[in-house]
């Protein structure tokens, strides 16, 4: 006689509350560091932040920060003079430079304008091509019950009548 | 729904195809067309968000030692000719830029032309202009600011600030006497007429 057996939860299902927990404490960590204030910032620091966020006008994807192109530096002296005047926050700073040199000066694009196309292009193309996929995928699945029409089974009735009996037979 | 069968959907595809390939077709055929229209010879003014609007504050000295201030050259024609020693396109349009100069002085009312010195030394200017004419002042610009102020990245730039101080016309790249001659002309005309 077989007696029932006493149900059994699934590993899987035993852990989820593990997982859970370690999804919250990850995401408060996560906020905690983000929203950390890191103290006041030195001039210097401010003027490496700025120029790490401008584009040599003259060089192929190199920061202010890093190049030694004459543009470069007239555009790192110009933040430095912007930070010790005191006047301006590093919003106003960069802007200022792009106001001068255009929006090609951006390392990351604004996300507002003509420029927002860099950012709603790429992710139009991914929803575009996975829908395009799927619909694809669901097309073929469909095509293998495909049922042929009266033209089809003529057309290989045909085919079939023509065909040589003989393909049976071994040459020679 | 309509049963297409196998031979139906092979049309269908093959005719999918051929839209496709003609829309593609088309979108290259338009590129080019832009690239083919859109010609680098256009010398209308550059873009920059200073043309119609005051010029920049400019004070500095000019190669002589002398005070320059932009804002004390209000009631003449100003131009700006940020320029370099060592680049070559500087070097090509320098004759030209010494015979507009040549032909704004027999003018009654010149145009004042200013050389400003882009990341290159005094005595390196200096020995240009003394091996190729050009009896203009030089202005300096040691830390960059008047090039920042302009948005200038590349060399030779110029420049033209009417009388009133308001910027009206930038080219990138070299220019020619023709050139500017014709858009001063217009220029001029236009700020009469204002």
């Given at each position: 006689?077989?007696?029932?057996r006493?149900?059994?939860?699934?590993?899987r299902l035993?852990?989820w509350?593990?997982?859970?927990?370690m999804g919250?404490?990850?995401?408060?960590l996560?906020?905690?560091?983000?929203?950390?204030?890191?103290?006041?910032?030195?001039?210097?620091?401010?003027?490496?932040?700025i120029?790490?966020?401008?584009?040599?006008?003259?060089?192929?994807g190199e920061?202010?920060?890093?190049?030694?192109?004459?543009?470069?530096?007239?555009?790192?002296n110009?933040?430095?003079?912007?930070v010790?005047a005191?006047?301006?926050?590093?919003e106003?700073?960069?802007?200022l430079?792009?106001?001068?040199?255009?929006?090609?000066?951006?390392?990351?694009?604004?996300?507002?304008?003509?420029d927002?196309?860099?950012?709603?292009?790429?992710?139009s193309?991914?929803?575009?091509?996975?829908?395009?996929?799927?619909?694809?995928?669901?097309?073929?699945?469909?095509?293998?019950?495909?049922?042929?029409?009266?033209d089809?089974?003529?057309?290989?009735?045909?085919?079939?009548?023509?065909?040589?009996?003989d393909?049976?037979?071994v040459?020679g | 729904?309509?049963?297409?069968?196998i031979?139906?959907?092979?049309?269908f595809?093959?005719?999918?195809?051929?839209?496709?390939?003609?829309?593609?077709?088309i979108?290259?055929?338009?590129?080019?067309?832009?690239?083919?229209v859109?010609?680098p010879?256009?010398?209308?003014?550059?873009?920059?968000p200073?043309l119609?609007?005051?010029?920049?504050?400019v004070?500095?000295t000019t190669?002589?030692?002398?005070?320059?201030?932009?804002?004390?050259?209000?009631?003449?024609?100003?131009?700006?000719?940020?320029?370099n020693?060592t680049?070559?396109?500087?070097?090509?349009?320098?004759?030209?830029?010494?015979?507009?100069?040549?032909?704004?002085?027999?003018a009654?009312?010149p145009?004042?032309?200013y050389s400003?010195?882009?990341?290159?030394?005094?005595?390196a200017v200096?020995?240009?202009?003394?091996a190729?004419?050009?009896?203009?002042?030089?202005?300096?610009?040691?830390?960059g600011?008047?090039?920042?102020?302009?948005?200038?990245?590349?060399?030779?730039?110029t420049?033209?600030i009417?009388?009133?101080?308001?910027?009206?016309?930038?080219?990138?790249?070299?220019?020619?006497?023709n050139?500017?001659?014709?858009?001063?002309?217009?220029?001029q005309?236009?700020?009469?007429?204002m």
């Open positions: 006689m077989n007696l029932p006493p149900r059994s939860q699934s590993p035993k852990s509350p593990m997982w859970m927990l919250i404490v990850t995401v408060c996560l906020a905690i560091g983000a929203g950390r204030e890191g103290g006041p910032l030195t001039q210097q620091e401010r003027i490496d932040g120029t790490k966020r401008l584009a040599c006008p003259t060089c192929d920061s202010v920060f890093v190049s030694q192109a004459s543009a470069a530096v007239n555009i790192k110009e933040v430095a003079r912007q010790a005191g006047q301006r926050d590093d106003q700073i960069v802007a430079i792009e106001d001068r040199f255009g929006g090609r000066v951006l390392l990351v694009p604004r996300a507002t304008g003509f927002s196309l860099v950012w709603v292009l790429p992710v193309v991914l929803v575009c091509s996975v829908a395009g996929l799927a619909a694809t995928f669901r097309r073929w699945r469909r095509e293998q019950g495909l049922v042929p029409s009266d089809d089974r003529a057309l290989v009735a045909q085919l079939l009548a023509e065909e040589p009996e393909h049976d037979e040459p | 729904m309509r049963d297409r069968g031979g139906g959907s092979t049309a595809r093959g005719r999918r195809s051929s839209v496709i390939a003609t829309a593609v077709g979108v290259v055929a338009l590129f080019f067309i832009v690239l083919v859109s010609s010879e256009d010398r209308e003014s550059a873009a920059s200073l119609g609007n005051p010029a920049p504050v004070k500095s190669l002589d030692d002398m005070q320059f201030e932009l804002s004390r050259r209000r009631g003449s024609w100003v131009m700006f000719n940020f320029f020693s680049c070559v396109p500087c070097r090509q349009e320098h004759p030209e830029l010494v015979a507009f100069h040549e032909a704004q002085a027999a009654g009312t145009t004042e032309l400003v010195i882009n990341d290159d030394s005094d005595n200096r020995a240009f202009f003394e190729n004419r050009g009896d203009w002042s030089k202005i300096r610009d040691d830390d600011s008047i090039a920042v102020a302009f948005g200038v990245a590349k060399v030779p730039e420049w033209i009417d009388p009133n101080g308001y910027v009206r016309m930038r080219f990138i790249g070299a220019v020619t006497k050139l500017l001659d014709e858009k001063l002309t217009e220029l005309a236009a700020f009469e007429g």
